[in-house]
């Protein structure tokens, strides 16, 4: 791609940022008003025939002072002025690009967990809907579980999956015979499942009952043998989470986030990555974006030490280094990720 065409994709997407917002189902609920506000919005941006991705996130700093960031492929805009009383939402957005600057406002309304207002600036207005980010089951994701039977230590592989409702599905992998799992619940921590297996000649019904606290699972497999306890720990567990990236190219340094979710899938920005690879400290994951007839491809390559992530982002346009730190937030309430 000549790199004309691709300054004018980058301009184009920082107008853009500017200028509009649409929704994006999520399929949860916010907190009431009264709580405070929290979490990630995710938005569809609509300019003119042309749409794109992108994140509203809430959080608040060490006084408690609410703050927000816009997240798109492009990067992370710390937004100015944000304020949400009694439902109504505004703030203040500016966008950066070489000598170039764009402001525009925001307000609209937070109800129910739906958010609908309209983005304005000189280049005029553009509606906005959005609706809460589905909360991720602290379960979801590989487990290692160990126990022991018959004086042997046994270690297989849990497998928990949430689709786009929120309805788990599991996996028993083992070496030691099928195993099929059912009826997964997850509430306030506990972690409940039924298990059919069958070893050689000889089948069996089992049922699972344990607890997540961070990284670990500690349960009891009970059947007609009596209980045996298990105990489990998170596949990736150091590289799952938040990480705010620096990312540094030809034009500069930007921010960006990374987030890693418990199945080892992700986004970067807003844009969707399929597996997150992890072995030996080593990390690496790719992903695509189209843009009009265009197809623009990244690979990150890079590696995972004192939780530090860095490496190298390479595309059709060169290489940018990146450098993440892991973002480390105080638990609300169990069972949420």
Not at 42 to 70: H, P, Y
Request: hydrophobic content about 35%; overall charge neutral.
């Amino acid at each position: 791609m000549r790199k004309t065409t691709f300054t004018r994709a980058v301009l184009l997407l920082c107008t853009v940022l500017v200028v509009s917002a649409a929704a994006q189902p999520a399929g949860q609920s916010a907190r009431p008003a009264r709580r405070g506000l929290w979490g990630d919005y995710q938005l569809k941006v609509q300019f003119g025939e042309r749409q794109m991705n992108a994140i509203l996130s809430f959080s608040r700093d060490s006084e408690r002072n609410l703050t927000a960031q816009w997240i798109s492929f492009w990067g992370v805009i710390d937004l100015k002025d944000v304020k949400f009383e009694e439902g109504k939402l505004t703030f203040v957005q500016i966008v950066q690009f070489g000598d170039n600057e764009w402001t525009s406002n925001f307000t609209g309304t937070i109800e129910e967990g739906k958010l609908k207002g309209v983005l304005s600036s000189d280049r005029g207005e553009s509606e906005v809907e959005g609706q809460r980010a589905p909360r991720v089951p602290r379960a979801v994701g590989n487990w290692t579980m160990t126990f022991t039977v018959r004086d042997r230590e046994v270690t297989s592989t849990l497998v928990i999956k949430a689709d786009e409702e929120g309805e788990l599905t599991g996996e028993w992998q083992s070496e030691w015979g099928e195993h099929q799992v059912t009826d997964v619940t997850y509430e306030r921590g506990n972690l409940t499942f039924k298990r059919k297996s069958k070893f050689q000649d000889r089948e069996w019904e089992s049922t699972f009952e344990g607890t997540v606290r961070g990284d670990t699972l500690s349960g009891t497999i009970k059947s007609e043998m009596g209980e045996i306890a298990a105990e489990g720990e998170r596949v990736g567990a150091a590289l799952i989470g938040t990480w705010n990236l620096e990312v540094t190219g030809e034009r500069g340094t930007r921010k960006q986030r990374l987030q890693v979710n418990g199945d080892m899938t992700g986004l970067y920005g807003t844009l969707p990555i399929k597996k997150v690879n992890l072995q030996d400290g080593q990390v690496d994951f790719m992903m695509s974006m189209e843009f009009g007839d265009q197809t623009f491809e990244m690979n990150f390559k890079g590696k995972l030490e004192e939780s530090k992530l860095t490496g190298e982002m390479t595309t059709s346009r060169g290489t940018s280094k990146i450098v993440g730190t892991k973002v480390i937030r105080r638990s609300r309430r169990p069972g949420s990720m």
